[in-house]
């Protein structure tokens, strides 16, 4: 049977952060990643993810240690730029416990990409590690586009090194963000 306005909503009204706190009834989710840079496989992920939930915030891990080509700074302003107008869309820098960081956020979810088989153990390991750490705090995977599952950043950085095409691969304030960096 159909639920009326007021029951859809008093439902939603009873949606808890990971502590139990009620989140306003939203459902929230983390979308994290180092995001060096943001691409068209990223964005399908976060397309998808907003159709779930009331709130995806795009966390944007430091990740001094992957020697990134963009600075922390560079890649959170990119991702805001690239979001920019999407509703139920932010983006966050974090340099923190992916579950702190979570719990911060008072996100019930952290929403990961599968593209391929290849992916499996790393994220199985991560999810299963994260689930140890905060219980109440569920990975749910999306499966991209076919078009974009051999994606990576590290090919897109190739590809702008060497002077590919890159608007198949990337939106338009990273291609000329790729651009100018490499440019230098
Ligand atoms: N489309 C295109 N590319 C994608 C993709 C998609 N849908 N999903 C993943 N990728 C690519 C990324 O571009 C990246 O490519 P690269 O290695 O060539 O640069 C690669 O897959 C993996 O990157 P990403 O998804 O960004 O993961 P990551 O390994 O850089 O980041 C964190 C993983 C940030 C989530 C993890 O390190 C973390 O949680 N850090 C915080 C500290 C912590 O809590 N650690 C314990 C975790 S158990």
């Avoid at 795009?58 to 509703?87: I, N, Y």
């Amino acid at each position: 049977m159909r639920k009326t306005k007021s029951e859809v909503r008093s439902q939603r009204s009873e949606v808890r952060s990971p502590e139990g706190g009620a989140t306003g009834g939203q459902r929230i989710a983390v979308y994290p990643g180092s995001f060096d840079p943001l691409t068209l496989g990223h964005l399908d992920v976060v397309k998808r993810a907003v159709h779930l939930f009331d709130k995806v915030i795009v966390g944007v891990a430091s990740r001094q240690e992957k020697h990134p080509l963009f600075s922390w700074q560079e890649r959170v302003r990119l991702a805001k730029e690239v979001v920019k107008g999407m509703d139920g869309v932010t983006v966050q820098g974090f340099d923190c416990l992916l579950v702190e960081f979570a719990r911060q956020q008072h996100a019930q979810a952290i929403i990961r990409g599968m593209r391929a088989v290849m992916d499996f153990d790393y994220e199985f390991q991560m999810a299963l590690t994260n689930r140890k750490l905060a219980p109440t705090v569920e990975t749910i995977f999306f499966v991209p586009s076919e078009r974009y599952f051999y994606l990576s950043s590290s090919l897109v950085r190739e590809l702008a090194a060497k002077g590919g095409e890159l608007s198949c691969f990337v939106p338009d304030p990273v291609v000329k963000a790729l651009r100018r960096k490499l440019a230098r």
